[in-house]
Structures are given as C-alpha cells and as structure tokens.
C-alpha cells in the first residue's frame, strides 16, 4: 500500500513577525492534505524582549551568541509566545496542531557547539540520525500535526538555541523511512540570480550550480547554509522546494533541488 508523504514546512521569521503575513500563511498550511509537520523561525519578538530587559544583543561573524540570559529569552518567546500563538490559529482553522520544543518527547537531540574557534554560548547542532522519529510519527499518525520551535536539548538537562532551518532539515531526513517532502518557505520567490529581479528564479538547483554560484558569491549570507541543508536533504531522498511563503500551495513555484 502506498504511504502518503508527509510534507514538513519551515516558515521563516519575517512572516512570523507579520500577523497578516502568518494569518494568510497559517491558512493555505492548514488547508496542506496529508500528514505535516510544520517549523517555525523566532523572528525579532527576542529581540525586542531582550532590549526591554537590557539584555544585550552579542553578535559574531552575523550570528546571535546565545548566552545564559539570552537562552531564557528566546526559550520564552520562541517555545512560548510564538509557537503557542501558531498552535492557536491553526487549532481555529481547524487544524489538530501540537507545539513542541525538540526537548519535548526527545524529539530533537542537539549537541552544544564547541566554544572553539567562536563560542557561540549555548547553541545547538543536530544530528539527523538522533531524531526521535518514532515519537513525531506517533503524533502524525494519531491525526495531529506537530509544530516545532527550534529549541532543542542536549539530553542532559540544557536547553539549546539551534538553527530553524537545520531543524526543518533534520526532521525531514528523520522521516526518511516514508516518502517525505520539505519546503522552506521565506520572502523571497526562490533561489535568484539577482534578488532584484523578482524573475531571475533558478527553477533547479544543482550541488554543481550552487558551488559555481557561492564561489561566484551570487549566493551568499544566509541561503549558503539553507541551500546546504536543502541539498543534504535531497541527497538522502527527500523531495526539496524553496519558494515564497504565498506560493506554499503552488508547488511549481520556487527553486527545487535535485541531485
């Protein structure tokens, strides 16, 4: 019998700090069939929490040290305000959603980072072959669709601040024994020659064209480790999308990989 795929969805910060935005995004997801898991980003609510508790913003090589102070915030906001004001517009939808951290369940086993060459504090790497598919496929399985924070632990009572991406990333490639699919969906339209050009999308990426474009640096910043992760995801089987969050239910849309 064929197993319907599961389709795992990360959605990005800037939708989430956008009501109309996630509303309208929250809406085509729910309305997704078949079996999902969605991942959502933080967004600047830490941020602005962190300056209304004059705890300040550390940043190295454009990335957020997470220190003790800083893990309690987002902890806070990212596994408490955000994921819980997600589960509550999908359960009005009509949508049976679960918020979860990666520590709930054991779902997502992380690794603190070592402090060499950076200390980045308390972040997380992911191992996709930790992940605790059983207990994500029980929830599936049972007609719930799990919504997870990309707040982890390290199993020894720490809580660990990791990347939402390598978290969608990870479950994906987690789920692995059934067919499965994975979307990042962010504000751009897909992977662009010129982000200018709202119509230079590259419909296939290629492990091949993404190293000639990132030498090149037409691909830099932020998509260099999305397109990583979307790569290493497609290696192991599953079926990759990066497109506009609006275009969620397009599925032509956007940028797909393949190996």
Known sequence: MEQT???????????????????????????????KVLIHGGGKEATRLSKALDIPTVMVEGRRVTSLE?????????????????????????????????????????????????????????????????????????????????????????????????????????????????TFCFKMPGVMTDVERPDSVIPVMTPALFDTMRANGSVAKGMVPKLQNAIRCAQAGVDVRICDAKALLTPDSGTRIAI
């Not at 990309?150 to 789920?175: F, K, M, Q, W």
Request: aromatic share 4%; proline share 6%; glycine share 10%.
């Open 5 to 35: 795929p599961i389709s795992v969805v990360k959605i990005g910060g800037n939708v989430v700090d956008n009501p109309e935005a996630l509303r309208a995004f929250l809406a085509d997801f729910a309305a997704m069939k078949g079996p």
């Open 70 to 182: 800083t893990l309690h915030v987002v902890t806070m906001v990212y596994a408490g305000l955000i994921n819980k004001r997600i589960v509550s517009l999908l359960q009005s939808l009509g949508c049976d959603a679960v918020g979860l951290s990666g520590a709930d369940g054991n779902a997502i086993p992380a690794t603190r980072r070592p402090p060499q060459p950076v200390d980045f504090g308390y972040v997380g790497d992911i191992d996709h072959e930790r992940i605790n598919s059983q207990f994500i496929l029980s929830l599936i399985d049972s007609g719930r669709v799990p919504v997870f924070c990309a707040i982890c632990h390290d199993t020894h009572g720490t809580l660990l601040n990791c990347n939402a991406d390598s978290v969608a990333a990870s479950v994906a490639r987690g789920l692995v024994s059934r067919p499965v699919s994975l």
